[in-house]
């Protein structure tokens, strides 16, 4: 099966791509950053009155980013537990490392159930966002999952 992927409660894509494809049971994000899927805004974001950026904030765009990502892997059926590799693009790595790492393990609590996770260090996005997220998911069958709860665990 190979089956591209539009998720409605995520914001479009800035270029001609699905916001993932399904290919057997791996589910492969497109990048996905913070924008908002209503207006385009983007959180956090301060401008000067020429549309110039002034300043943003990363927390608020991490949680923006992650809300987006849950949208995505929603729309293809996959939960938040399915993912298996994150691919985190920051604009500034020395400034926001550690604000990006503190909302991580919001969202990723227990180290042990976390997906694998590379951060890279990159000089700009085509949005003025600060981040972006690269994810690869797995989907489980409803085979898979019978006997289980939402997290999981078997019952």
């Known amino acids: 099966m190979n089956q591209s992927i539009h998720a409605a409660a995520a914001p479009r894509a800035v270029g001609a791509y699905p916001h993932a494809r399904r290919v057997g049971d791996l589910l492969f994000l497109s990048g996905i950053g913070p924008r908002d899927a209503q207006d385009d805004s983007i959180p956090g974001n301060d401008y000067y009155a020429d549309g110039r950026l002034r300043s943003y904030d ?43 790492n503190a909302v991580w393990a919001q969202y990723f609590p227990d180290p042990a159930k976390a997906p694998c996770r590379t951060t890279l260090g990159i000089t700009a996005l085509p949005t003025p966002i600060a981040i972006e997220l690269k994810c690869v998911a797995i989907l489980q069958s409803p085979a898979s999952l019978a006997g289980k709860c939402q997290c999981g665990s078997a019952i």
């Open 58 to 100: 990363i927390i608020a765009q991490c949680h923006a980013v992650f809300a987006n990502v849950r949208a995505v892997l929603e729309a293809a059926g996959a939960r938040w537990d399915d993912l298996l590799d994150v691919t985190v693009f920051l604009t500034d790595m020395a400034a926001d490392f550690k604000a990006c």
